[in-house]
Each structure stands twice: as C-alpha cells, then as structure tokens.
C-alpha cells in the first residue's frame, strides 16, 4: 500500500482485516462485490462504525465495515421487509384496488393476506409467485426520497392505505423517507436492499383465506426451510386479531387514539378480563378429567408469562376445590460440570441435558403415584444439587404443577404417559401492527418485556440483555418451537396496551447504549419502533396479577 495517501481516496478496514484503499465517495454495493463470493449469503447491508447503512450508502471518510448477510438477524428483516414490497406491488398490479395486510408470522415465513372483491384460490397465489419474479429479474432498484409528510399521507390516502395515514399523524418529524419499486411508493419501518435483483430467494404457500411468504432462514442454512403447518397457533392468532377487530384496536393509531382520549381505562379491563376467562377455562377443563390428567406442564419462550400463568392457574384451580403443588426443573439441574457446552464451549443451561432426566423421572413418577419424595435444591453459587429435607406429598386429587421451556418435550417426562398430561403452550402473540404492511414481530414483544424484567428485578442493563438473546433464541428454536403443537392448550399472553406501559421503562435502558457499543444499531431500530407508541403513563387500571405486571412490577405475585 502506497505510504503517501492522496486526498481522494480513503482507508477502509473491513471485517476487522487489514485496510484497504478505495476512491472517496464509494458505495458500499461497491465494494461489496469484492466480497460477495466470500460470504456464505448475499451481502445486503453494512455496519459502518457503529451505524448500520445500506448498500446505496456513500464512504467519504476513513471508517471501518462490517458486512450484513441476508442470514443475520439483521440482514433477514432487510430481505423480508424488502420482498413484502415485491408482494404487495405484484399484488396491487394483478388485482386492482385491492389492500394487502401483513399479519404475522407463521412457520418460519410471513402470513399476509390479499383483501379483494372476491377470496383468492391458489391459482391467483401461483400468478403472484409469477410476477414477483418477472419484478425480481427486472432488477428494480428500490429509491428512498424524503417527503414532507403532508404528501405522504396524500399519496397514502390515494392508496387506500388509511393505517398509514392515521399513524403518520403522530410522527414528530416535519419529513418522511419514502422507498419507490418502480411505480409503487411505500413507507416501511427499516431499510431496503439495493434491489429487487437480490432477492431471488423466496417462494409463497397458499394458505387460506392468505398466504405464507417464505424466505431464507439462518437456522436453515441459509435456505428456505419446508413448510410446516401449524394449526393451533395459527388459530390463535386468528382469534387475537378477531378480538383487535371487535375491540377497534387493530393498528398502533387507534391504541395511540385510545390514550390520547384518555380511554383505555375500560379497554384495560376487557383485555384483562379476557385473561382471566382464558385462564379459568383451563382450571375447568383440568378439574373435569383431574382423574386421568394430573400433571399440568406449561411451556413458552422466553418472557412470555410462563411464572403469571402458573400462579394465575393455581389460583383458578382452588376456586375448583382443588389445591395444585408444583416443582421446579431448575432443582434438578446437573452439575456445573456436567452440564453440556454450545458450539462456543459456553455451558448450555437451556439444552435438555442439562437436566438430570433419570433423577427427574424417578421423582415425578414416585409423586404422582403418592409417594413422600424429597426433592433437591439446586446451589447455583456452587453448581451442585443440595438435599435441605425438602418434601412434597400430594393425593389423588391433587395437580402437580409445572412450567420451564422443555415442558411440551415427551423426553422431559417420558415416566409418564401423555394421557396423563395437559400441556400448555404461552407465547406473546401480539395482535397490534404498527400498519397495513409494518408488522410488530413477536420477538420483539418479547425482548422489550425482557429487557425491562431484567433491569427491574435481575440489576441487568440492556446491553446484558441484547447480549443474551441470539443464545435465547435459538434455544427456542431448537427446545421449544418444535413443541408447540403439541399442547392441548394455547394460551396468548399479548395485550393490546403492554408496549404503551414498556414504553416509557424501556427507552432510558436502550439509550444508554452509545454508539461505540456493537448493540447500537439494533437499540437505535428499537428506539424508532417504540417512538410510534404514545406513553400510557397511568398504571392504575393495571390489575395486580396482570401477566404485564411480571415485567413491569408492583405486581399480587
């Protein structure tokens, strides 16, 4: 490398490598192409500094950069989030005046549907998997403009996109950046590839009354992963986004409405009672086949509700004249040093085998038949299972409560047999979007409720928690996810208001993390989500024993 450097070129050090030289005002697409071949995915974004940028992003200062791939967890909301708008602009041109809503997530891909004059077949989901891939061949490049945001509504306004429109309302900027696809204007919370060229990956599944959109996955090697049905859950969410229709309170500007009116006090209410009656369904259904199911095991993801429920149910179960006991699968941990290790030689807590399945088994099986078992405390200072003269006894009407994450896994309590067991699947199955096509994905439900859980009862800041969570997550996939559809039950502890409430706990905590940390693009992404929510700040009409209150505090629990 020359010693002297001129002017008009830069250094640059990417992926932590010796710098190389390149011309000031690059862009990072073009130096992408240097490396595309070694990356096991396409490139489609860049981390710069600290800041995340996309490919179109121009380099007129030395810096440093890190690839994004469609595989990370980043780069995958890029991929998804741009292929929506190939769907939506494919869909608008076929069906004319039609309105695409994107609804959840479904086995591993996005279920969205098509709202016509008349119900799609599968026929018309072939003609959109078509054009899509005509759109995608053009290699349309996606062009992001700032607009004042009172022409973004109007251009809103003409789409029939009303969400849209509603929420803008609430944004506390002047201006709006807008991305175009050819002759479609959308606004989407995130940013886009560079074109429609890199997304040559996808397939699309009929799936009625919509479809599922599929993409590729990290856990699958960077493909897409097969289909797989799942019925329940998809039913559940059915049910929430029928009550968010009931309720008016489909999208996050009419939650925003709500408070800005000051009436969600009753709204509060319904939703909590709808809880409740969930909850006292389960005890009923339990007490009627006590005699052949005594075991009761709950399963969910991490901050779900999995502690809420539990003691939410064996409330409900007294008031059926019963009186449930539980254990706990943490005291039967092996120790420490048996404890398996992932794939970064990390002791892997979440594994199946790092509990003493013969041990467990043994006991359970030794309760259920009536026996007087004393069971173990796990020391965690030491890493070794203590006995402390800790007895439990329960008679023939007597549930045995108990909830961790391989609860739904046959191999956790294989010494009893599965008519014995009511197993139940929580998850946080939000029912709000934030519009017609920006989606509020599950997970980050889930890691605002965490973050803020472990601020207030653990002393962990969000940084520990962001640490965390990729661990987190793929346990979840690999321990618990597999399961699901194997619960009797399904339980959905979203409510509509919770991320109004985490609001104001969780902004300060992501705040804190400056931009020198490697957790600053995603705090900045989870910044921007949460300043579409207007902060509820009376907690009053929160009950005690609110799933909410398990995060957030001050709780009956």
Known sequence: MPSKKHTDYIDIIIENCEAKRYPKGITLEDISRDYQ??????????????????????????????????????????????????????????????????????????YCEVKYKKSLVESDIQRIYDRMKEIIEEDVPFKKTRVPVEEAIDIFSDYGQMNKVRLLKYRDKPYIKLYQCGWLKNYFYGYMVPSTGYLRAFDIKYYPPGLVLQYPRNEDGGKIPEFVD???????????????????????????????????????????????????QMADYIAEDLNHRRLILIAGPSSSGKTSLARRLSIQLRVNGLKPKSISLDDYFVDREKTPLDENGDYNFEAIEAIDLDLFNSDLKR??????????????????????GHKIQIDENQPLILEGIHALNERLTESVSRNQKFKIYISCLTQLNLDEHNRIPT???????????????????????????PSVRRGEEMYIFPFQEDADVMFNSALFYELSVLKKYAEPLLRQIDNDNTHFPEAKRLLKFLNYFVVLENEDDIPKTSILREFVGNGAF
């Open 37 to 110: 071949d070694e990356s096991c995915s396409p490139i489609i974004a860049a981390v710069v500094g600290s800041e995340l940028q996309e490919l179109s992003h121009t380099l007129d200062e030395d810096c440093e950069v890190k690839w994004v791939d469609a595989c990370s967890s980043i780069g995958s909301r890029i991929y998804k989030r741009s292929l929506t708008f190939v769907l939506i602009r494919a869909c608008m041109e076929l069906f004319s005046g039609c309105q695409v809503s994107v609804e959840h997530s479904i086995s591993k891909g996005l």
């Open 367 to 388: 309760i259920l038949e009536g026996e007087i078992v004393e069971t173990p405390t796990f020391n965690f200072k030491t890493g070794k299972r203590e006995y402390r």
């Open 443 to 469: 997970t980050d439900a889930r890691l605002i409720r965490r973050m803020v859980r472990d601020h207030q009862f653990r002393g962990n800041d969000a940084q520990r928690t962001m640490s965390m969570w």
């Open 230 to 280: 799942n019925p329940k859950i998809f039913k559940v969410f059915r049910e929430s986004e029928k009550w968010a229709e009931i309720l008016e309170i489909d999208h996050v500007a009419s939650l925003n409405d709500l408070i800005v009116a000051q009436k969600e006090d009753e709204y509060i209410r319904i939703a909590e009672a709808l809880h409740e009656k969930k909850i006292a």
